[in-house]
């Protein structure tokens, strides 16, 4: 189970996530407990920018798009910076395992996988700006 320390609008949430599937997760939020599932469906479809070589440090950019929503699809949760990809295309990993770490309102976040396969794209470069919903790392 990872452990999280969270500040929303001043107040300070304890989280404890246990990933059991990609598409299912436990989470404690101070103690309390919840069944939390996992969708990677997105209402509003949004443009596809080609991946440029230097990201653009004033305007947040938006990652291939997932068009069918794969649970495969590492997708960004919170707008932020990535501090570092810890994998790389063609590389075979396991659900839980570590693929980037960001940074989002002022914390660090270690994203993990969300399911086992190989990397089959990296979207996102060490320094860049993401928007909610880029799609950051695909796993096939």
């Known amino acids: 189970m990872k452990k999280y320390n969270f500040e929303i ?6 989280v ?6 990609s598409n299912n997760a436990e989470v404690r939020v101070n ?13 509003e479809p949004k ?23 794969n649970p495969g699809d590492l997708l ?9 990809v810890l994998v790389s295309e063609g590389q075979k990993i396991k659900m839980g395992e570590p693929v980037i770490i960001m940074e989002s309102m002022k914390m660090e976040q270690t994203i993990v996988s969300s399911a086992d396969g190989a990397i089959e794209s990296v979207n996102v470069s060490e320094g860049e700006t993401i928007e909610v919903g880029s799609v950051m790392i695909v796993i096939r």
């Open 76 to 84: 960004a949760l919170m707008p932020g910076k990535i501090i570092k």
């Open 31 to 43: 103690n309390k407990n919840f069944d939390i599932k996992i969708s990677n469906d997105l209402t």
């Open 9 to 14: 609008d001043g107040k300070k949430f304890e």
């Open 16 to 21: 404890e996530v246990n990933l059991i599937s």
């Open 47 to 69: 443009k596809t920018e080609p991946k440029k070589t230097e990201p653009k440090k004033t305007e947040p950019k938006k990652a291939e798009q997932s068009v069918q929503g």
